[in-house]
């Protein structure tokens, strides 16, 4: 028998970080993701994406790189320890960090990317356009009899998912319901954390994002 209240311990855990683009920045990348076209370099060779059209952004990194670096710092910042857990920086007593890769997915109808993971310590996503509704979406599969609405929000349509292991080991998944609100938005998050893009239906616009790693950079003075 407890005879004083008993509180709630939340074990530490990695976090995942959410943000707003600030305004200029993210109209130039759509201007620059505008005159994107099928002669510029595909990216598809370095991704698995079932996508047919993914292209490298590596010629806009010095115009990215600032927000996103410091954004970096941000993340560090809320979850100490864990980049300094990395084998490089363990050998290098200064050390800094730099936006390794960026591209452009545009992903249509029934495309997706499987559950993978990516290189460098952090990467991010950001929305560019959403074309469907979400409730369409959602709403695509007749639910079934034992579904609850609970279930359809929960569902994978369309959505960004990441799987990790809960505090007794079992498989989680977290689906991220992006919607129309989220263009502008980015998330960040550990490099290593598996996440998978869903597919959608309703439209025959492009599902348009930015993707990019950041990785150690020892050479820093």
Known sequence: MIDTPASPKAFPNIGILESKLPFDLFENLKATIDNVSNSDEKYNSNLLGHMQEEYSLNHIKDNMSDFLLAMAD?????????IDSFEEVSKYNNYGLTLSNLWVNKQKKYEFNPIHVHSGVLSFVIWIKIPYDLENEESYFPPSSSETESDRSNSFTSKLAFIYSDILGRTQTTAVPID?????SILMFPAGLNHC??????SDDYRISVSGNIRIDTNTN
């Not at 129309?180 to 502008?184: I, P, Q």
């Open 74 to 82: 941000t993340w560090k910042e809320a979850n100490p320890g864990y």
């Open 180 to 184: 129309k609100s989220w263009e502008g």
């Open 197 to 202: 893009v869903h597919p959608f239906y309703t």
